[in-house]
């Protein structure tokens, strides 16, 4: 595997948003910060990377390099500034838009593009202090019912006990509307796959898939008495009179 060099990470600031570092810290906390940032990153972690796995490694080298050093680690009393953590959530990873965020004292509308995956960046062109680009790292929180892993979405959904029971169609409200499933009888495990419906496909990563958790319930209405009510909403007694 190529080890990307030292000069395709473009900043000690990039670097440190890399690792997750908050600034400089003490020397256990820098190597502690490197393992964790190196094995989230790894291809063979959910969510891993092989490109993010090169940059983590590149930026590691950086850090330790003679020039960057003193200015990665700790000074007693002193803390230097650390860019804030953009927080989205799964609807906003999905769909982009604009994300606000405080930083050096203003807030900024930053466009946000669909598919950001957490652990990537949003780039702030001659934001810093010096001139030079910030980087925010991203982080995708659970929201509106849903959470992410990678690429792929997940989500639970309650489901008649007697139509897990005995299987038959099953209709799931999802962010992308209803769609539906067949339930075979006495299926485990209780999740099911819905291809396609997990982020978008951005850049080198892949089209993700929604993964929907069946929660028996006896207080939803089983496949019998939801057409019924579906039915009797489409014909209402003023279709009927006519």
Do not use: C
Not at 95 to 124: C, D, W
Not at 214 to 242: M, Y
Request: positive net charge; charged residues 20%; proline residues 8%.
């Amino acid at each position: 595997m190529r080890i990307r060099s030292q000069s395709e990470v473009a900043s000690l600031a990039e670097a440190r948003a890399l690792l997750g570092l908050n600034g400089p810290v003490a020397e256990p906390g820098l190597t502690a910060a490197f393992r964790a940032a190196v094995k989230a990153a790894h291809p063979s972690a959910p969510g891993g990377d092989a490109d993010r796995f090169r940059k983590v490694i590149a930026a590691w080298r950086l850090i330790q390099s003679p020039d960057s050093r003193p200015l990665a680690l700790a000074a007693p009393g002193v803390r230097a500034p650390s860019p804030p953590v953009v927080v989205i959530g799964p609807l906003d990873a999905l769909n982009g838009g604009q994300v606000a965020v405080r930083f050096a004292g203003r807030t900024l509308n930053i466009r946000l593009p669909k598919g950001m995956r957490s652990g990537e960046h949003l780039r702030l062109r001659g934001a810093g202090g010096d001139g030079a680009d910030v980087y925010l790292p991203v982080l995708i929180r659970g929201a509106d019912g849903l959470k992410v892993l990678g690429d792929d979405l997940f989500m639970d959904a309650p489901v008649a006990t007697r139509l897990l029971q005995d299987g038959g169609r099953l209709e799931i409200n999802t962010h992308a509307g209803a769609r539906s499933a067949w339930i075979v009888a006495g299926q485990t495990p209780l999740r099911l796959r819905l291809k396609g419906l997990g982020l978008p496909a951005r850049g080198g990563r892949p089209q993700g898939h929604l993964f929907v958790t069946l929660q028996p319930s006896d207080d939803v209405p089983s496949a019998a008495e939801d057409l019924l009510v579906r039915f009797t909403r489409v014909w209402t007694p003023d279709r009927l009179a006519a």
